[in-house]
């Protein structure tokens, strides 16, 4: 009985969230804005590909972030200092979630101006479990993984992997020095997700960057 029971408040915390996602996907339609979910483990390299992005979008599309994390306001921190606009949510304050929801987000929505947005990246909480779950309501979802995470990665949490629509394997400039099978990692990712062809990228040297840049020009296309 206990089990039923914990299935059903599930069931019942996922709905309301989707009704919630399906508001802020109206939102985002009407205003215009094409809508990115950020996923990744903590040190994936999720904020410093957000960076290396608004540096390669400046004068293109008008950005902003919104960037949920357990504790501390430092990635937005890290977001502001590119002069675009950066929300963090900050989960600690109501129970520490390991993601962000619908309803969090739509709250943050209240500190931005969406008309002076093209493109919202939303950074999630890092974690390669929760997050999935959770539909926003947005364009496109991401998952980040860095080659310093192994190539079990996606097989031990396939389902970051099914629900994205781009995976990206980061941090690619430290292959040489890492005992990383990279054609190894390259079959787990196509195995979980057969729709998905990793592109490999380094935020810090630029490798990969362009191929990142078109991508998104693709999904705001299709908005368009």
């Given at each position: 009985?206990?089990?039923?029971?914990?299935?059903?408040?599930?069931?019942?915390?996922l709905?309301?969230?989707?009704?919630?996602?399906?508001?802020?996907?109206?939102?985002?339609?009407?205003?215009?804005?094409?809508?990115?979910?950020?996923?990744?483990?903590?040190?994936?390299?999720?904020?410093?590909?957000?960076?290396?992005?608004?540096?390669?979008?400046?004068?293109?599309?008008?950005?902003?972030?919104?960037?949920?994390?357990?504790?501390?306001?430092?990635?937005?921190?890290?977001?502001?200092?590119?002069?675009?606009?950066a929300?963090?949510?900050?989960?600690?304050?109501?129970?520490?979630a390991?993601?962000?929801?619908a309803?969090?987000?739509?709250?943050?929505?209240?500190?931005?101006?969406?008309?002076?947005?093209?493109?919202?990246?939303?950074?999630?909480?890092?974690?390669?479990?929760?997050?999935?779950?959770?539909?926003?309501?947005?364009?496109?979802?991401?998952?980040?993984?860095?080659?310093?995470?192994?190539?079990?990665?996606?097989?031990?949490?396939?389902?970051?992997?099914?629900?994205?629509?781009?995976?990206?394997?980061?941090?690619?400039?430290?292959?040489?020095?890492?005992d990383?099978?990279?054609?190894?990692?390259?079959?787990?990712?196509?195995?979980?997700?057969?729709?998905?062809?990793?592109?490999?990228?380094?935020?810090?040297?630029?490798?990969?960057?362009?191929?990142?840049?078109s991508?998104?020009?693709?999904?705001?296309?299709?908005?368009?």
């Amino acid at each position: 009985m206990e089990k039923t029971r914990r299935v059903d408040i599930v069931s019942k915390v996922l709905a309301a969230n989707d009704r919630i996602a399906a508001e802020n996907r109206r939102t985002f339609a009407g205003a215009g804005v094409v809508v990115v979910d950020v996923m990744g483990s903590p040190g994936a390299g999720k904020t410093m590909l957000l960076e290396a992005t608004i540096e390669r979008l400046a004068g293109s599309a008008r950005v902003a972030v919104i960037t949920g994390d357990i504790a501390t306001a430092r990635d937005a921190g890290r977001i502001a200092r590119h002069g675009v606009p950066a929300v963090q949510i900050v989960t600690g304050e109501f129970g520490g979630a390991c993601h962000l929801e619908a309803g969090t987000v739509a709250e943050a929505l209240g500190r931005l101006d969406l008309a002076a947005v093209d493109v919202l990246f939303v950074e999630n909480v890092g974690n390669l479990v929760c997050p999935a779950e959770f539909d926003l309501g947005q364009d496109a979802r991401v998952v980040v993984l860095s080659v310093t995470e192994g190539e079990d990665k996606p097989l031990k949490y396939p389902l970051a992997f099914q629900v994205a629509d781009l995976v990206i394997l980061s941090k690619t400039d430290l292959v040489p020095h890492l005992d990383v099978d990279m054609e190894d990692l390259r079959a787990n990712v196509r195995e979980v997700n057969p729709r998905a062809e990793p592109l490999e990228i380094s935020a810090k040297t630029g490798e990969g960057m362009d191929g990142w840049v078109s991508w998104l020009g693709l999904v705001r296309s299709k908005k368009c």
